[in-house]
């Protein structure tokens, strides 16, 4: 109906602007332009009547395809690649991580309305002005006399890559120099908001480092147990303050574990205690060893190479 | 020739209607945002025709300016929707009344 109402009023607009007949523009032109405008318009209605957003964000992806295709047409070649670089490379692809981090949100209570009436205004509203934008189109005469500021865009040397560059460079140079300092300030403000207020910033730190020391005090009743549960094997002990001496003097696993394994005969209960027990207390040995502690310091010992001692010991 | 730009303006304003439509009618905050990403856009297309009816370099110049401005606000509105969802768990623009008068 739009799109209807769009070409019936530029046709006019034609006629009256003497532009010619359609027999003058090209074939090609004239396909390419069509068969875009309705991709766009059909993406256009697609993103606002989409009930999924992953959907709407696809349509949107092919409505700024097209876009691209027609500043193709109009020969901003450098603008056609920045569109479809930054939009949907970049802006589209962020609403598509923004939609798969929260989740897809497909509740949308249309039935609710809190301005009463909007959901039938606003329709009329837009048509209203969209049919005011065409009509004044149509009515108004072109009073842009204005003479380029800038210089012309086609036939620059360097092609409209180089004029657009000394477009901005130059004479907008002002403005360009703005843009950098909006984008801090919005690089800024996504930090900003994206930051996790620092409430939960404190329990974190709690957690890491009651994760170094919790363990640590949780095994050497475990291994208090195991030696109670060896002790009737007299080589086991000896291989036990063996594997003491070993563990805390050395950070070399390879060697401790050689001077364990000969010792431990056929302990393979005993080492794989061991083993179990270095796997609960791996960070925390260091500080164990260093206070003295035996037991501790032969789990952090053998924390080094737990898989050694048991493969060792099973051969 | 070329089509005449006056279509290309015809279907910019299409489009900044569809754009508009979709920002007055829908709940959903990031189908909003996508809504106004259309507008956006159409008024590109529109800076861009003029840029080539007039034989101005200066439109395409506006194009590229809009552009960072539509990245850096795509930017921010999408920080503050994920702030906002996490706080309560659902992007519709109806449950955000906190700073209503």
């Known amino acids: 109906m739009n799109a209807v109402v ?48 992953v959907h709407a964000a696809l349509m949107l992806i092919m409505t ?8 193709i047409e109009q020969d901003a070649n450098f603008l056609a690649a920045i569109q479809v670089i930054v939009y949907a490379g970049a802006i589209v692809v962020l609403f598509l991580f923004v939609i798969m981090f929260l989740g897809v949100d497909r509740r949308e209570d249309l039935s609710h309305d809190p301005l009463r009436g909007q959901r039938v205004v606003a329709p009329i509203l837009v048509a209203l002005g969209l049919a005011g934008v065409l009509v004044l189109g149509v009515g108004a005469h072109w009073a842009t006399g204005a003479h380029s500021v800038v210089g012309p865009a086609r036939g620059q040397p360097g092609g409209d890559v180089a004029a657009l560059g000394r477009a901005v460079f130059t004479v907008y140079l002002f403005p360009f120099e703005i843009t950098v300092g909006l984008l801090v300030t919005a690089i800024v403000g996504a930090v900003v908001l994206a930051r996790r207020p620092s409430q939960p910033a404190v329990p974190d730190d709690e957690a890491a480092t009651g994760d170094a020391g919790d363990p640590a005090p949780s095994p050497p009743p475990a291994s208090l147990r195991a030696t109670d549960a060896e002790v009737p094997g007299a080589p ?25 394994a000969p010792e431990l005969g056929a302990q393979a209960a005993d080492a794989r205690t061991e083993a179990v027990v270095a796997g609960g207390s791996a960070p925390a040995g260091s500080t164990h060893t260093a206070t003295g502690v035996t037991e501790p310091g032969a789990g952090a010992g053998s924390a080094s190479e737990p898989g050694a001692v048991r493969e060792e010991v099973v051969s | 020739m070329t089509v005449p730009g006056s279509w290309y303006l015809a279907l910019s304003a299409v489009v900044f209607a569809i754009g508009a439509l979709g920002v007055l009618t829908r709940r ?7 809504c106004v990403e259309l507008m956006l856009n159409a008024a590109n297309l529109a800076f861009v025709t003029f840029a080539r009816m007039l034989d101005d370099i200066g439109g395409e110049a506006l194009v590229f300016f ?4 539509a990245a850096a606000e795509v930017v921010v ?11 309560r768990h659902s992007a519709t623009a109806d449950d955000l009344h906190v700073m209503k008068g």
């Open chain 2, 28 to 34: 959903n905050v990031l189908i909003m945002f996508m």
């Open chain 2, 66 to 69: 809009v552009l960072v401005v």
């Open chain 1, 236 to 260: 086991a002990a000896d291989a036990r303050t063996e594997a003491v001496v070993a563990g805390g003097s050395a950070p070399a696993g390879s060697t401790h574990t050689e001077a364990v």
């Open chain 1, 6 to 53: 769009g070409t019936g009023t530029v046709m006019s607009l034609l006629g009256r602007a003497g532009v010619g007949p359609l027999a003058v523009i090209s074939r090609v032109d004239f396909v390419t332009f069509w068969v875009c405008a309705v991709i766009i318009v059909v993406g256009a209605v697609g993103v606002v009547l989409s009930r999924h957003p």
């Open chain 1, 64 to 71: 700024l395809f097209a876009v691209a295709v027609l500043f």
């Open chain 2, 77 to 87: 509105g999408l920080g503050i929707v994920v702030s906002i969802f996490r706080r």
